[in-house]
């Protein structure tokens, strides 16, 4: 049983461009999307690179197969309860440990924030505002 969804507020790219996240091959990487973070398919291309826009609660990522390194992007999801997410991810097969969740200041914000690796290399982190 999935427990009650975060909604997800917003996304920032690490870099540059959080509708170009590089990935080696789209199609192995979609289904962590849907099945773990519960993104869907938006659209599909295949020029000039294979690409799919993915969407959940209003926000997009891409992701793309175009040449960059996927372990130095990601994106930072903003959410409007990190503990929700938290069990949400969780149930839908994460596995991550409490003790893994902390806080962060970045500018002058302070955030309760989790890390997760996706299997493509990408990195995100899930926070929500303290």
């Not at 929700?84 to 991810?89: C, G, I, P, Q």
């Not at 991550?96 to 690796?117: A, C, P």
Request: charged content about 25%.
């Amino acid at each position: 049983m999935i427990p009650p969804k975060a909604h997800f507020k917003n996304a920032w790219p690490y870099q540059q461009d959080k509708m170009n996240l590089p990935v080696n091959d789209l199609e192995a990487s979609v289904p962590f999307y849907e099945n773990l973070l519960g993104f869907q398919v938006l659209s599909r291309d295949i020029s000039p690179v294979h690409k799919a826009t993915l969407g959940r609660d209003g926000i997009q990522i891409g992701l793309a197969e175009n040449g960059g390194d996927p372990s130095q992007e990601g994106c930072f999801f903003e959410v409007d309860s990190v503990e929700k997410a938290f069990l949400e991810l969780n149930a839908r097969g994460l596995k991550k440990e409490r003790s893994e969740m902390d806080n962060e200041i970045h500018g002058q914000t302070n955030w309760k924030v989790f890390y997760l690796v996706a299997p493509d290399g990408l990195c995100y982190c899930i926070g929500e505002r303290q």
